[in-house]
């Protein structure tokens, strides 16, 4: 299959000449749930940024569709297809769920109440409490509308920045079965995450990130029963 995304030899950072990303290497297909795992520091919220424009590579490429995408503004990589949720600030506290989508759609010229009515269905309980402040909101439910809103363009690849950061047991499981059915719905997904067995367990691929550069990269499954993969990241032992 062709590669939607495919990110190539990049170097990125937040400070000019210091790099985060050293020459990292990354792709996925259309429909891939595709999981960044690795320990703090790695750059894994750093490629994210990255990928969607908000920071600007100092070498490599990112092609999205065909198109090298590296200085592209994130404005402009919406409307390409992709969209991007952070770990936090993630929604507009003072606005309604309902508002919070309708702000999600800001680019289309038309309609946006059919997108609406997927989100939805895909998502009750913000159905059941539209009018409510999204300030209100637990984290879980935070979680569910920012990933709402992102879809509300009916993007082709979907960012995820660390979903269940902060989030209780039970609402990660819940918000991790939410992004398992947006992907079975055709969206491709990135997944940067520190629950990194969780993540691993749902993902066609992973990527292992140390020290800014792609050291591992496998299938979900290959990468829960390497001996190294489970030592340093998920907390188990091969005797």
């Given at each position: 299959?062709?590669?939607?995304?495919?990110?190539?030899?990049?170097?990125?950072?937040?400070?000019?000449?210091?790099?985060?990303?050293?020459?990292?290497?990354?792709?996925?297909?259309?429909?891939?749930?595709?999981?960044?795992?690795?320990?703090?520091?790695?750059?894994?919220?750093?490629?994210?940024?990255?990928?969607?424009?908000?920071?600007?590579?100092?070498?490599?490429?990112?092609?999205?569709?065909?198109?090298?995408?590296?200085?592209?503004?994130?404005?402009?990589?919406?409307?390409?297809?992709?969209?991007?949720?952070?770990?936090?600030?993630?929604?507009?506290?003072?606005?309604?769920?309902?508002?919070?989508?309708?702000?999600g759609a800001y680019i289309l010229s038309g309609s946006s109440n059919r997108q609406k009515d997927l989100i939805?269905?895909?998502?009750?309980?913000?159905?059941?409490?539209?009018k409510q402040k999204a300030g209100t909101l637990s984290g879980g439910e935070r979680q569910m509308l920012a990933?709402?809103?992102?879809?509300?363009?009916?993007?082709?690849?979907?960012?995820?920045?660390?979903?269940?950061?902060?989030?209780?047991?039970?609402?990660?499981?819940?918000?991790?079965?939410?992004?398992?059915a947006i992907n079975e719905a055709g969206k491709a997904i990135i997944l940067v995450e520190q629950n990194a067995?969780?993540?691993?367990?749902?993902?066609?691929?992973?990527?292992?990130?140390?020290?800014?550069?792609?050291?591992?990269?496998?299938?979900?499954?290959?990468?829960?029963?390497?001996?190294?993969?489970?030592?340093?990241?998920?907390?188990?032992?091969?005797?």
């Open positions: 299959m062709t590669n939607l995304l495919e990110v190539q030899d990049v170097y990125a950072g937040y400070i000019k000449d210091l790099n985060i990303l050293q020459g990292i290497n990354f792709r996925i297909e259309s429909h891939e749930l595709v999981t960044v795992i690795g320990p703090n520091g790695a750059g894994k919220s750093t490629l994210a940024k990255t990928i969607f424009g908000l920071l600007t590579p100092n070498e490599g490429k990112i092609i999205f569709k065909g198109e090298n995408i590296a200085g592209l503004k994130p404005n402009e990589i919406v409307k390409l297809g992709m969209c991007y949720v952070p770990q936090i600030v993630n929604v507009f506290p003072s606005l309604t769920i309902e508002e919070n989508l309708e702000m939805y269905t895909m998502f009750p309980k913000l159905k059941e409490r539209a990933m709402g809103r992102a879809l509300m363009l009916d993007p082709d690849l979907l960012i995820l920045d660390e979903p269940s950061a902060a989030l209780s047991p039970i609402l990660v499981s819940s918000v991790f079965e939410q992004i398992k067995k969780k993540a691993l367990m749902m993902a066609h691929r992973g990527y292992v990130l140390e020290s800014g550069k792609d050291a591992i990269e496998g299938k979900g499954s290959d990468l829960l029963n390497n001996p190294q993969v489970g030592e340093l990241y998920l907390g188990t032992s091969h005797n």
